[in-house]
T-cell receptor, first 114, second 111 residues
Framework: DAMVIQNPRYQVTQFGKPVTLSCSQTLNHNVMYWYQQKSSQAPKLLFHYYDKDFNNEADTPDNFQSRRPNTSFCFLDIRSPGLGDAAMYLC?????????????FGDGTRLSIL | GEDVEQSLFLSVREGDSSVINCTYTDSSSTYLYWYKQEPGAGLQLLTYIFSNMDMKQDQRLTVLLNKKDKHLSLRIADTQTGDSAIYFCAERNYGNNRLAFGKGNQVVVIP
């Protein structure tokens, strides 16, 4: 089935040690999103790619970076994770443009910081 | 700007109906969505409604939209234990790729 796949489901890293989370999609959608979700909160958009165009949210810390090497893959890099970065990270995709284009989410990667 | 409000917690007996409410402030919202999130999982798109509609029914789900009051509701008929989850409403403007989420409403179904 076409879907959004996030790996790994659980990631543990050390304070300050760079970590990369990955997302792939078989939907051939041109927009890919990264969200951070902390416990009992709504997802918070970090940034998104519309094709190769990167769109950062104004309040996303510089510590968070993203790469999209091709349509199918998108990566979230956290350069120096702090304890406050422990969260669920959700990837989503959609078709861009006008009209009803709902976002489709992966199952997320839960990041823990030691 | 976009601001979406939801009540936080709902407890319902299995077999009863449950209603989750959401209000939004952006009158230019065009598409309104309901997502379901089970523990440890991502968000699952349940249903959506266009702003030019008042109601949409999809099996056990009924979405009502009061555009004048900017009020959106989701009714789940014959609630099952598998409906226990957090439900998020979200709005999107025409031509905007971003979603504005509500804070979520946790539904607990009691057998």
């Amino acid at each position: 089935d076409a879907m959004v796949i996030q790996n790994p489901r659980y990631q543990v890293t050390q304070f300050g040690k760079p970590v990369t989370l990955s997302c792939s999609q078989t939907l051939n959608h041109n927009v890919m999103y990264w969200y951070q979700q902390k416990s009992s909160q709504a997802p918070k958009l970090l940034f998104h790619y519309y094709d190769k165009d990167f769109n950062n949210e104004a309040d996303t810390p510089d510590n968070f970076q993203s790469r999209r090497p091709n349509t199918s893959f998108c990566f979230l890099d956290i350069r120096s994770p702090g304890l406050g970065d422990a969260a669920m990270y959700l990837c989503a995709t959609s078709n861009g443009g006008a009209g009803n284009q709902p976002q489709h989410f992966g199952d997320g990667t839960r990041l823990s910081i030691l | 700007g976009e601001d979406v409000e939801q009540s936080l917690f709902l407890s319902v007996r299995e077999g009863d109906s449950s209603v989750i409410n959401c209000t939004y402030t952006d009158s230019s919202s065009t598409y309104l969505y309901w997502y379901k999130q089970e523990p440890g999982a991502g968000l699952q798109l349940l249903t959506y409604i266009f702003s030019n509609m008042d109601m949409k029914q999809d099996q056990r789900l009924t979405v009502l939209l009061n555009k004048k009051d900017k009020h959106l509701s989701l009714r789940i008929a014959d609630t099952q234990t598998g409906d226990s989850a957090i439900y998020f409403c979200a709005e999107r403007n025409y031509g905007n790729n971003r979603l504005a989420f509500g804070k979520g409403n946790q539904v607990v179904v009691i057998p």
